[in-house]
């Protein structure tokens, strides 16, 4: 569909850091898609459109600069091109001339202030002829975006803000981990180099930013758990024309569905007679969050007790070399984008393993149940709402390698155990609502009410 054509009464504008990228941009590009398909005239707006999808535009970023910084920031560009992402010396000349085009700008976030100097933002609307009658903001995190910009685009369409992490309201993790100090103004910041990481503490600072940004918007905000939907009414974002509800992430049940194991594993390449745990995120291994460190120290537990034979770890999302971890065979592999092939992988494995250290409601352990995978993960965000422990799955205590290795054990050890997990996924939806009730919620359905903050529902 063109962007520039189709029903100019339901056009929808979703923003996005990227069109692939982690589950929040996978959610973003899969509604996107969904509205194409039911005929929504929809276009997705993104910082780096790092995919071809249909009805998809990249935001400017150095667009409304002045003289100076335009003709040292489009060299920038094309040296970026060109090193795709490595730290090559056409990356280093390309920092060099943009800092040299900014450099009050580059003084800013060298001083931990979180870069929200993208004046293209404002014009965002304007990006599209005819405008969008709806806005629709995912992960706003990734310097594509200004926040300050908000409550003059929200009080021109209908907005919308699905939160995926806490971002939003913290100096400026995606994720506080054991820190609280997000709900009392942050500062004295015990995780600088947590994703997103800031040089120094001006934590306090951001979080004023952000706070100031959202109370004046008029914004309807979204989180697909209720954990998540908590925390955003203890921070205090919430302004006088805000309202909140919990929106579910769900998955296409026909993609990830039940399947043959023995013909996923034919396909893939993975032997039949091994027992395979598997474990997916993007960059499984860097990640602060999705506790792979945890993992390898329960498996150390895992592969001295009678009740592990024939392990296989699958590890999916990233590549490595590495063949073994604590005596127990792995097999790293790169990033899959066709959801045909990531269901595949969570058919072929008899047990699906996610021990994060912070999480909102990951698709992965979703997509592993709908294809009826059971699932052990730790109790941790929203991962309860979804997995009940002992009937669909079992929990961990999080950050507790040991807790996870006998949920592990405990669950290989009793195959009728699984075999129940499984079937009470298979055979009726994950208790959850569609992404697709968003779109009814934007054409009005359901009474969206601008005026008054709503509780969760």
């Known amino acids: 569909m063109n962007p520039a054509s189709g029903s100019e009464c339901m056009r929808v504008m979703l923003v996005s850091p990227s069109v692939v990228g982690g589950g929040a941009e996978k959610v973003a590009t899969d509604l996107h898609r969904e509205y194409l398909t039911r005929g929504v005239d929809s276009v997705l707006a993104v910082g780096s459109a790092n995919r071809g999808v249909p009805a998809c535009i990249e935001i400017p970023r150095d667009a409304y600069r002045g003289r100076w910084a335009s003709r040292l920031l489009a060299p920038a560009r094309h040296l970026d091109a060109r090193s795709q992402g490595r730290r090559?010396?056409?990356?280093?000349?390309?920092?060099v001339l943009r800092t040299l085009a900014e450099p009050s700008r580059f003084v800013r976030t060298q001083q931990g202030y979180e870069d929200f100097d993208v004046p293209q933002t404002a014009h965002l609307l304007e990006l599209i002829t005819p405008p969008p009658r709806i806005l629709h903001l995912h992960n706003l995190h990734g310097r594509y975006f200004d926040l300050r910009a908000l409550p003059g685009l929200s009080t021109r369409i209908p907005t919308f803000y699905t939160l995926h992490d806490m971002w939003a309201f913290t100096g400026h993790c995606a994720y506080s981990l054991d820190c609280e100090r997000w709900r009392v103004g942050c500062g004295d910041c015990p995780h600088l180099d947590i994703y997103v990481p800031i040089p120094r503490d001006r934590s306090a600072e951001n979080r004023?930013?952000?706070?100031?940004?959202?109370?004046?918007?008029?914004?309807?905000?979204?989180?697909?758990?209720?954990?998540?939907a908590?925390?955003?009414?203890?921070?205090?974002?919430?302004?006088e024309h805000s309202e909140l509800r919990v929106i579910p992430n769900g998955v296409d049940t026909t993609v990830f569905a039940p399947g043959d194991r023995q013909e996923a594993r034919e396909q893939l390449g993975l032997p039949q007679d091994r027992t395979i745990l598997l474990f997916a995120a993007r960059s499984l291994r860097g990640s602060a969050f999705k506790g792979f460190g945890v993992l390898a120290s329960a498996l150390e537990s895992i592969a001295h007790d009678a009740r592990a034979t024939d392990l296989l770890l699958v590890g999916l999302g990233e590549e490595s070399s590495e063949s073994h971890i604590a005596g127990i065979e792995t097999r790293f592999l790169p990033f899959v984008d066709d959801p045909n092939d990531v269901a595949r992988h969570y058919r072929a494995a008899n047990l699906y393993v996610h021990p994060a250290r912070a999480e909102n409601l990951p698709l992965a352990i979703i997509e592993s149940m709908a294809c009826g995978t059971p699932v052990v993960a730790s109790r941790v965000g929203g991962i309860p709402e979804i997995v009940v422990d002992g009937q669909t799955g079992l929990l961990s205590a999080v950050d507790d390698a040991s807790a996870l290795a006998e949920a592990v054990l405990s669950a290989l050890s009793d195959p009728r155990r699984l075999e129940?997990?499984?079937?009470?996924?298979?055979?009726?939806?994950?208790?959850?609502?569609?992404?697709?009730?968003l779109l009814r919620a934007a054409a009005g359905v359901g009474g969206v009410d601008m005026h008054g903050t709503a509780r969760l529902t």
């Open 420 to 437: 129940a997990f499984s079937a009470a996924t298979s055979l009726e939806e994950a208790p959850m609502q569609s992404r697709r009730d």
């Open 230 to 239: 908590e925390l955003v009414e203890a921070s205090g974002i919430l302004g």
């Open 208 to 228: 004023a930013l952000k706070h100031a940004a959202l109370r004046g918007s008029r914004l309807r905000i979204s989180t697909p758990s209720h954990w998540l």
């Open 88 to 95: 090559d010396a056409a990356w280093v000349s390309s920092r």
